[in-house]
């Protein structure tokens, strides 16, 4: 199981992005959690803004195509997408390859 994670701007966006990955079945679940605050640098300078943490459940091969379908739809310029590779249950694992493929 790969959760890859996301932050938006909105829950709108969040949504946006969730739904579509699951209608093209690139991923099994997605978890929008609100009230995130964030501080990076953005050109130079420390910014500080509220975004929503957008977690994908999915599968390794699914992942290329799922960060290809974030960048295309991501409102942000430079969407900062991680993965990382968890364990899990063999239940939860055969849910999530029934869900995605």
Avoid: Q
Wanted: charged share 25%; aromatic share 6%; hydrophobic share 45%.
């Amino acid at each position: 199981m790969i959760h890859l994670s996301v932050t938006c701007p909105d829950a709108d966006s969040a949504e946006t992005l969730a739904r579509a990955a699951l209608e093209a079945r690139l991923v099994a679940c997605a978890n929008i959690l609100p009230g995130v605050r964030s501080l990076f640098w953005w050109e130079g300078r420390i910014e500080a803004e509220g975004e929503v943490l957008l977690i994908f459940k999915t599968t390794e091969g699914h992942r290329p195509d799922l960060v290809k379908l974030i960048e295309a739809g991501h409102p942000y310029d430079l969407p900062v997408i991680t993965w990382e590779k968890v364990g899990t249950t063999d239940a939860a694992a055969t849910w999530l390859a029934a869900e995605t493929s």
